[in-house]
C-alpha cells in the first residue's frame, strides 16, 4: 500500500514526499482510514511505529476539507502528550506535514515562560498540542476556550496514568464538547486504561501493530550480570570497545543522570544528562547534541525520554532497571525502529533480580545472559540475589563474551586494567 491510496490530500502527499515517505507503516495504514471516517480509535502502539503521523495526517486533511473562516480561529484539535519533549514532537510533526495548509497550531507545556503562549493563542489556532498542566493553567486563566474541540487525542495514555495525570485528564474531558472524535494511543495497556478507554471512546476500531506488553522482534537484548560497583566501568568499555556512536542510557533518578554524565566524561566519553530539572533549552540543546552526534551518550529518568524520537537509535542501555515492568518496554521501544535493528543491553545488580524477574515475566522469556562478563560473577534469581562467586582470575583471552543463548557481543576483556581517565579506547574493566 501506498500513500498515495489512503484519501490524503494532494497537499499533505507533497508534505509526506518531501520526508522521503511513500509507504505508510502498519499503523499509519489502519489508522489514517478509520479516523478520515470519523470514527473513534483505540491504538496500540509503541514507539517507533509511526503512530504520530497515524493521527497528525488525518486530522489535518479533515480540517483542511472543513475550513472555518472565523476569527480568530477556534481550537478544533486537541492532542494531550504526557511531556513537553513529546508535545514539541508531534508538534514538529504537525507542521512537518502541514506546511503547505493554511492551517495553525501551537504547542502548550510547562517548564517555559506563559506569556508568549497566551499571546499565540489569542491570536487563534487550530490545533493545539499541550501536557495537562500548563493547559489547565490557561483555561483556569481564561486564555483557552475548548468548547469548539471536535477532535481529541490522548497520547500515551500509559504514560499519563503512570505520571499521576488522571485527574487532570478527567478534568479536560469534562469541558470538551459531548460530540466529538476521540483516539486513543497507549503503548501497553494496564486495567485503567481499558477503563479509561471504556468511558472516553464510543464504538471505537481497536487497532494492534505489536505484541501488547512486548518489544520490537528486531531488538536484540541482552544481561550483564554485575555488581553496582563495577556498572560505570562496565559501560564505559561497552561504548569505547564497541565503538558505540550513539547509545541511550537509562538511570532511575535525576542524581543519578547527572553523576554517572560527569563519570563518563572523566572516561572520555562526550555525553549530557536529560531530567525533569533541566531547563527546557538545556533539554533540547542535549537532543539536539545527540541527534547530530555532537554527544555519544544520552543520560536519562524515564519522564524526560518519554517519546524521544530519534531515529535509526542503534543502542539503549538500562543502567539501572525500572521499577514497573512495563517502563522496559518502553524504554527499549527507543532502539529496533520501523523494522530496523537495535541492540537493548541491561546492567543488573544483584539488588535488582526481583525487578528482571517481573520484566521477564512481563515479556514471557527470559532474556539471554552475558555468561562471562569480565567481573565477579552474581547471581540474578530472585530471592537470592548475592555475589555466588569471589573476583575470578583475570582471562588473558582474546575471544568475545558470549551471551547464554545470544549472538556474541564485543566485550571480552582481555585486561584487568582499570580504565584510564579520558581515553576511552582504553576503558577496559577491572
Keep these: 500500500m501506498l500513500f498515495s491510496e489512503l484519501g490524503l490530500s494532494e497537499q499533505l502527499l507533497r508534505a509526506v514526499a518531501e520526508q522521503g515517505y511513500q509507504t ?5 495504514a489502519q489508522a489514517i482510514p478509520v479516523i478520515l471516517q470519523g470514527r473513534d480509535v483505540l491504538a496500540g502502539a509503541q514507539t517507533g ?25 477556534p481550537v478544533r484539535v486537541l492532542v494531550l502528550t504526557p511531556t513537553r519533549e513529546l508535545a514539541m514532537q508531534v508538534y514538529e510533526s504537525v507542521r512537518t506535514y502541514g506546511k503547505h495548509l493554511p492551517l495553525f497550531a501551537e504547542a502548550i507545556f ?7 503562549q497566551i499571546q499565540k493563542i489569542r491570536r487563534g489556532t487550530d490545533i493545539v498540542v499541550a501536557t495537562p498542566g500548563r493547559l489547565l493553567d ?14 481529541f487525542v490522548l497520547d500515551e495514555a500509559d504514560r499519563m496514568l503512570d505520571m499521576g495525570f488522571i485527574r487532570d485528564i478527567r478534568k479536560i474531558i469534562a469541558l470538551l464538547p459531548e460530540k466529538r472524535q476521540n483516539l486513543l494511543f497507549s503503548a501497553t495497556y494496564a486495567p485503567e486504561i481499558s ?15 505489536a505484541k501488547r506488553n512486548a518489544a520490537a522482534d528486531t531488538v536484540s537484548q541482552l544481561v550483564y550480570g554485575i555488581q553496582r560497583e563495577y556498572k560505570r566501568e562496565l559501560l564505559a568499555y561497552l561504548i569505547g570497545h564497541g565503538h558505540w ?15 554517572l554524565c560527569k563519570q563518563l566524561i572523566k572516561d572520555g566519553i562526550r555525553c549530557a544528562a536529560l531530567h525533569g530539572d533541566k ?9 539536539d547534541e545527540f541527534k547530530t552526534g555532537a554527544i555519544t551518550a544520552l543520560i536519562a529518568t524515564d519522564i524526560a525520554a518519554r517519546g524521544l524520537d530519534i531515529d535509526q537509535l542503534p543502542h539503549v542501555v538500562n543502567f539501572d532497571l525500572p521499577q514497573v515492568a512495563e517502563d522496559y518496554v518502553h524504554r527499549i521501544g527507543r532502539t529496533g525502529r520501523a523494522g530496523a535493528e537495535g541492540q537493548a ?6 539488588e535488582e533480580a526481583h525487578l528482571l524477574a517481573a520484566i521477564e515475566k512481563l515479556l514471557k522469556r527470559q532474556i539471554p545472559r552475558v555468561a562471562d562478563t569480565g567481573y565477579p560473577r552474581v547471581s540474578l534469581e530472585s530471592g537470592n540475589a548475592k555475589p555466588v562467586a569471589a573476583r575470578p582470575k583475570p582471562q588473558q583471552t582474546g575471544r568475545r563474551a558470549q551471551p547464554s543463548g545470544g549472538k556474541s557481543e564485543p566485550g571480552k576483556r582481555t585486561s584487568p586494567r582499570k580504565p584510564r581517565r579520558g581515553n576511552v579506547s582504553s576503558a577496559k574493566p577491572r
Design 245 to 259: 556512536q550513539q547509545v541511550l542510557v537509562f538511570v532511575r533518578t535525576k542524581h543519578g543522570a547527572d553523576r
Design 49 to 73: 511505529t509511526g503512530k504520530t503521523a497515524g493521527f497528525t495526517l488525518p486530522l489535518l486533511h479533515i480540517l483542511q476539507q472543513q475550513p472555518i473562516p472565523q476569527k480568530p480561529r
Design 279 to 287: 531547563s527546557q533549552g538545556a533539554r533540547v540543546r542535549a537532543l
Design 24 to 28: 505508510p507503516t502498519p499503523i499509519q
Design 345 to 350: 543491553v541491561s546492567l543488573v545488580d544483584p
Design 110 to 116: 510547562g517548564g517555559v515562560s506563559i506569556n508568549p
Design 138 to 151: 490557561l483555561i483556569q486563566q481564561q486564555h483557552l476556550d475548548l468548547s469548539r474541540v471536535e477532535h
Design 195 to 209: 477503563a479509561l478507554a471504556e468511558q472516553l471512546l464510543h464504538d471505537p476500531v481497536e487497532i494492534a501493530v
